[in-house]
């Protein structure tokens, strides 16, 4: 298989090998037994290619098994840091290049509200003690000579949950943290990386006896049309089902159900934040306690896909696979414990196909159905947002009863800034659709792709629906 | 007595929404309420030409509107006059 075409950084790559090797052994029962093999199979040297030698590309991979093996218990976030693999990145943020010609004008000295620069040498030069990183000197030097050079993981973590510690390390502050994975998908160094519960998806699969003891079911979310793109999706399906997954199940179904019940709690109350991103809640949680309230309490589509699964099969087991980091922090909530019994990344999935040795690209199609148009577009920013104007058009609430002004959040900046205005009284709009990733779950961060054309990949799959209203697929849930 | 009528994907685009819905007219119109329940299920497994449904636990496989009528007579209305 193409291997270096599944992904978009060589960092996940690296991730893969080691999940993948990791459930191989799990499949074949050898984990005990190769545990300490896997760091020389996944670097054999001679060559030290990442790291400074070898025997640290070992130790890091060994961290890595660790995490792949779902890491350290003591730490409740699901986001870790791999301190030996943190490579220190230059913590001063402003910096001045060669490109300082040393001017006369001085414009940044001048416009430096604390006084941080000084000239040594007819060059500025800055005092990191000093610098509040407000960006003015940058900003006015005629010789673009000054400028921002910030951790990535702490460009990528908008809510400032990423400090460093006295070693120069990343710490995450799981007080702040809301758990959606940039941090991990953009280190560099992929010195971030999330928890995986591979082993426990392989367990219920195994412990199932082929699907007779109990049935394991697969629930995809609608991002799934923009991934794994080396194939079709209904192979896809198949391989799913080659893994040993009962059934394959539309979480796009359990999205139609909440735009349907998130339609009349809005109409209702007048004012409603979205419940379906995990991390939106948790900053919401965090950061706006005072709005609370106004949060759906609808669950999940997650959480609904699975109440319906375990309705209908009460001895089943569910595991959701999609995009997402912060579902593995979600399913630890009382609500969701009895429903959804492992999450999974597309990251972990194309590494559970890679330790099966299947070509996805080989198998059969198979059907994958349950879902109306509207519940499947809920995998871009915007979708969530139609879907509920859909559902309260279905329940024929005319606009002059209840007339939706929705702001659809892309990305956790935008929801900061609908939250504070919310927070205040000054929001215009009565509902905030929030998507703390950007592009909303298909830019998730267990993806394995994040590409432009991903929306449009959901939006054609949303079209192929057979249930063309919120309110005929919905209708297993009412028999 | 059970009814379960799959309402996996391959089924439920051969239509097992419409199997439902005739199923519970159907109910409704031979007064079975009080001795057949009617539930959805995920795949039972038999991905075929038509809709599966399972009565207690047969799996008829091959559900159709147009077979819709015979299939209710045989497997549920003399089952239940049985």
Known sequence: ?479 | MEIYVCIGSSCHLKGSYDIIQLMKEKIAECNLEDKVTLKATFCLGCCTDGVSIKVDDQIITGVSTENFDEIFKRYVLQEVEA
């Open chain 1, 1 to 479: 298989m193409m291997q270096d075409h599944l992904f978009d950084t060589k960092v996940q790559l690296l991730k893969y090998k080691v999940l993948r090797s990791v459930a191989k052994h799990a499949f074949e029962g050898t984990l005990d037994s190769c545990y300490y093999d896997i760091p020389l199979e996944i670097v054999p040297g001679k060559e030290a290619t990442m790291r400074c030698c070898i025997y640290k590309e070992r130790a890091i991979v060994g961290e890595r098994i660790k995490l792949a093996m779902g890491g350290h218990p003591e730490n409740p976030n699901i986001i870790e840091v791999l301190d030996i693999a943190c490579d220190e990145c230059p913590v001063s943020s402003y910096m001045v290049s060669d490109a300082c010609r040393g001017c006369i004008a001085h414009r940044c000295e001048s416009v430096c509200p604390r006084g941080a620069i000084t000239f040594d040498n007819h060059k500025a030069h800055i005092d990191d003690s000093k610098c509040i990183e407000c960006g003015r000197c940058a900003s006015v030097c005629p010789y673009s000579a000054i400028s921002a050079h910030k951790r990535p993981c702490q460009i990528a973590c908008k809510i400032k949950a990423i400090d460093m510690d006295e070693n120069r390390k990343a710490v995450i502050n799981n007080d702040k943290c809301i758990s959606c994975g940039a941090c991990a998908y953009q280190c560099p160094f992929g010195a971030i990386t999330d928890k995986s519960f591979i082993l426990d998806a392989i367990k219920l699969i195994q412990g199932s006896d082929g699907n007779k003891k109990y049935h394991v079911y697969a629930a995809v979310a609608p991002s799934i049309s923009s991934q794994f793109s080396y194939a079709t999706l209904g192979q896809v399906i198949t391989g799913l089902k080659e893994l040993g997954f009962h059934d394959v199940v539309e979480v796009a179904l359990g999205a139609d159900m909440v735009a349907y019940k998130e339609a009349e709690e809005l109409k209702e109350k007048g004012f409603l934040t979205s419940s379906c991103c995990p991390a939106f809640v948790d900053y919401i949680d965090k950061y706006f306690p005072q709005l609370r309230q106004h949060v759906s309490h609808n669950l999940s589509p997650m959480g609904e896909i699975a109440k319906l699964i375990k309705n209908t099969d009460p001895d089943s087991k569910v595991v959701f696979i999609g995009p997402c980091t912060a579902k593995k922090m979600e399913i630890q909530k009382d609500a969701l414990k009895p429903l959804v019994d492992c999450v999974l990344t597309f990251e972990e999935l194309q590494a559970l196909f890679g330790a099966k040795d299947l070509d996805l690209t080989t198998l059969e199609e198979s059907e994958l159905d349950n879902a109306s148009y509207y519940g499947r577009i809920f995998a871009r920013s915007g979708g969530l947002a139609d879907a509920v104007a859909q559902a309260l058009k279905e329940h024929n609430v005319s606009p002059e009863e209840f007339a939706l002004k929705a702001i659809s959040c892309d990305g956790i900046e935008a929801c900061k800034v609908a939250l504070l205005k919310a927070s205040k009284n000054a929001l215009p709009e009565n509902f905030i659709e929030g998507m703390a990733c950007i592009g909303g779950c298909i830019g998730g961060a267990g993806c394995l792709t994040h590409a432009a054309k991903d929306k449009t990949l959901v939006d054609k799959y949303g079209k192929e629906a057979k249930e063309k209203t919120i309110t005929d697929a919905i209708s297993v849930y009412h028999i």
